[in-house]
């Protein structure tokens, strides 16, 4: 079985530009994550959502973030404009239930 | 209040010992459930092992157990018979109602495991 997918693996991009996160949950699963990791502030949940409706998006950090589930199989987390204290680790994550299974996450840097 | 205190920073273990993470929580919901997943160098996170508040027994996983102590407020991670590949970072996490059931970790143990 294919776990959760994340692309890109990595990104670099330049502060201004708009970077666009993409995710696959496992099939089944009914709940979706998103977070990011920096050594500074550890692991923070940016959104998650339940059968694709968005519950609760209290960490994402400020109005230039925002995601959307469009559908069971496809997840975007947009950062527009980016900055540098932007570049984290972002993952994302399913669960059926209980256990939260994670990407692989892209690595982004914004310049 | 931290809801999820690691209070070692690093561990060492010989090879083929066994080990214990330290965890422990702070929440006024009687269900809840913990979680410890696995952070390799790799970077990837791994899921470890699951318990859950009112579960009567400690949950185990191959060589993973969780010596849940829930008048104590802990959920510690055993690891029994290190391996060279345990060493990573290791992150505790809960998940309550009373934070919209959402996942809330720790700030991590390394675990370095010497042959």
């Known amino acids: 079985d294919a776990g959760v997918i994340q692309s890109p693996r990595h990104e670099v991009t330049e502060m201004g530009q708009e970077v666009t996160l993409r995710c696959k949950p496992i099939s089944g699963h009914n709940s979706l994550f998103w977070y990011r990791q920096t050594m500074m502030r550890g692991l923070e949940l940016l959104i998650y959502f339940n059968n694709n409706v968005p519950i609760d998006d209290s960490g994402m950090p400020e109005d230039r973030f925002s995601a959307k589930m469009p559908n069971a199989s496809f997840s975007t987390l947009k950062i527009q404009p980016s900055e540098p204290r932007d570049s984290a680790v972002y993952f994302c994550?399913?669960?059926?239930?209980?256990?939260?299974?994670f990407g692989p996450g892209t690595r982004l840097t914004v310049l | 209040a931290q809801k999820i205190t690691q209070t070692q920073p690093g561990m060492f273990v010989q090879e083929k010992e066994a080990v214990t993470l330290d965890c422990t929580y702070d929440t006024s919901d009687p269900s809840y459930g913990l979680f410890w997943y696995k952070q390799p160098s790799s970077g990837e996170m791994i899921f470890l092992i699951y318990q859950g508040s009112y579960d009567q027994q400690n949950a185990t996983e191959g060589r993973y157990s969780l010596n849940f102590q829930k008048a104590r407020k802990s959920a510690n991670l055993v690891i029994s018979a290190s391996q060279l590949g345990d060493s990573a970072m290791y992150f505790c996490?809960?998940?309550?109602?009373?934070?919209?059931?959402?996942?809330?970790f720790g700030t991590g143990t390394i675990l370095r495991v010497k042959s």
């Open positions: 994550a399913s669960s059926p239930g209980n256990e939260q299974f």
């Open positions: 996490a809960m998940r309550d109602w009373e934070y919209g059931n959402k996942l809330v």
